[in-house]
Nanobody, 122 residues
Framework: QVQLVESGGGLVQAGGSLRLSCAASGSFFSINAMAWYRQAPGKQRELVALISRDGNTNYPESMKGRFTISRDNAKNTVYLQMNSLKPEDTAVYYC????????????????WGQGTQVTVSS
């Protein structure tokens, strides 16, 4: 079993910053790419940022500049630093990871966290 637990969400004023964390725990061999998604009320879930195991990052064009993804492989944790937050950033933020469960089989499964609410007030 693999669990992803997010933390760091909350209420912040426009222009403020938040740092989200997502820690993976359970039984697995390694974690490949990790990512942050978000879903606002009435909208589809969208990619915020992605980071490879080697630390290569990828951001959709609309997310570049204010969000920074990073990871600590020793802690099986991914972070999302969010700066200059806007009311339209209000959403539930989800952590995602591609997990290799077995040392003997090169197969990756997708896991999701339960989400953490980020609310930006104007």
């Amino acid at each position: 079993q693999v669990q992803l637990v997010e933390s760091g969400g909350g209420l912040v004023q426009a222009g403020g910053s938040l740092r989200l964390s997502c820690a993976a725990s359970g039984s697995f061999f390694s974690i490949n790419a990790m990512a942050w998604y978000r879903q606002a009320p009435g909208k589809q879930r969208e990619l915020v940022a992605l980071i490879s195991r080697d630390g290569n990052t990828n951001y959709p064009e609309s997310m570049k500049g204010r969000f920074t993804i990073s990871r600590d492989n020793a802690k099986n944790t991914v972070y999302l630093q969010m700066n200059s937050l806007k009311p339209e950033d209000t959403a539930v933020y989800y952590c995602n990871a591609g997990v290799r469960r077995s040392r003997y089989r090169v197969e990756f499964s997708d896991y999701w966290g339960q989400g953490t609410q980020v609310t930006v007030s104007s």
